[in-house]
């Protein structure tokens, strides 16, 4: 079984940054994609931000230019660095990986608990 442990969260003001890490354990051959996603109070759960295992980014329109994604295939990581916040990035921030057990094997995929984000105005 996978886990997922996310770190980084807080309370920040208006413009501050903040980074996020989240580390993947367990029983994993490789990891296809890592992402963060996020939910606000009332509305749906959105992708942030994805990476590839070949370095492909994507990005949702309102965190390009602020936010970065990373990662270290090594240690099975991915850090979301989040620049010039703003209140509407207040939200639980969720890590994301898609990975395989085995050579040519499924995919599956696992979430972390999730950490909480707040920006103040």
């Known amino acids: 079984q996978v886990q997922l442990v996310e770190s980084g969260g807080g309370l920040v003001q208006f413009g501050g940054s903040l980074r996020l890490s989240c580390a993947a354990s367990?029983?994993?051959?490789?990891?296809?994609?890592m992402a963060w996603h996020r939910q606000a109070p009332g509305k749906e759960r959105e992708l942030v931000a994805r990476?590839?295992?070949?370095?492909?980014?994507i990005y949702a329109d309102s965190v390009k230019g602020r936010f970065t994604i990373s990662s270290d295939s090594a240690k099975n990581t991915v850090v979301l660095q989040m620049n010039s916040l703003t209140p509407e990035d207040t939200a639980v921030y969720y890590c994301?990986?898609?990975?395989?057990?085995?050579?040519?094997?499924?995919?599956?995929?696992?979430w972390g608990q999730g950490t909480q984000v707040t920006v103040s105005s």
């Open positions: 994301n990986a898609d990975y395989t057990i085995a050579p040519g094997g499924l995919l599956f995929g696992s």
């Open positions: 367990g029983s994993i051959f490789s990891i296809t994609t």
């Open positions: 990476i590839t295992s070949s370095g492909d980014l």
